[in-house]
Structure formats: C-alpha cells, structure tokens
C-alpha cells in the first residue's frame, strides 16, 4: 500500500504492493528519487519524487515540500515538484 500526494492537495490511496514501475506511472514521470522521511517520526517512510520535476517544470507539491522541509537543515527553500508517492522502505521487494 501506498499514497500518492496530488499537486492539487488531494491523496490517493493505491492498496497494492508498491513498485518502482507502479509508482512512476502513478505519479507520471520516468526517474524517482527516493527521499527518507521517516526520520522525522521514527519510521520508515519513504518519499519517491520526479526527479527531473524542476527541470520541467511541475506545479509545487506543498504537502511534499512540507515532508521534505520537516527533515531538511533550517533554511532549506527547495521544494517538491510534481505528484509523489509516499511508503515504507520495507514494503518494496516483498
């Protein structure tokens, strides 16, 4: 299971086992970064990002970029382009 979050502000739940394919075609886009989340809460969540979103210039995800900033070094302004997806580490592989 996993969560994608919209640009627009809205979640999707996709209740089966996350995959590199399956997400890249969930949240439109070729290449992902991964981005580890969990640290700000003690999981293992993970956040899977369009890695070229900035070059092409995707709409701001505030949600995501609000994740991201939660575990950045105060004064980080980069922010999350483009859909993204959100799991846990564990669950890829299974």
């Known amino acids: 299971m996993y969560t994608i979050l919209r640009v627009d502000g ?3 739940t996709i209740n089966e086992q996350p995959t590199l394919h399956g997400i890249r075609e969930a949240i439109h886009c070729d290449t992902l970064d991964v981005v580890q989340i969990g640290r700000a ?9 369009d890695d070229s979103g900035a070059l092409t210039d995707k709409p701001v995800n505030e949600k995501a970029t609000e994740l991201y900033h939660r575990i950045c070094k105060p004064g980080t302004t980069w922010q999350i382009r483009g859909d993204v997806a959100i799991t846990r580490d564990r669950d ?3």
């Open 41 to 49: 809460n003690g999981t293992d969540e993970v956040m899977l990002v």
């Open 92 to 94: 890829f592989g299974r």
């Open 10 to 12: 809205t979640e999707e």
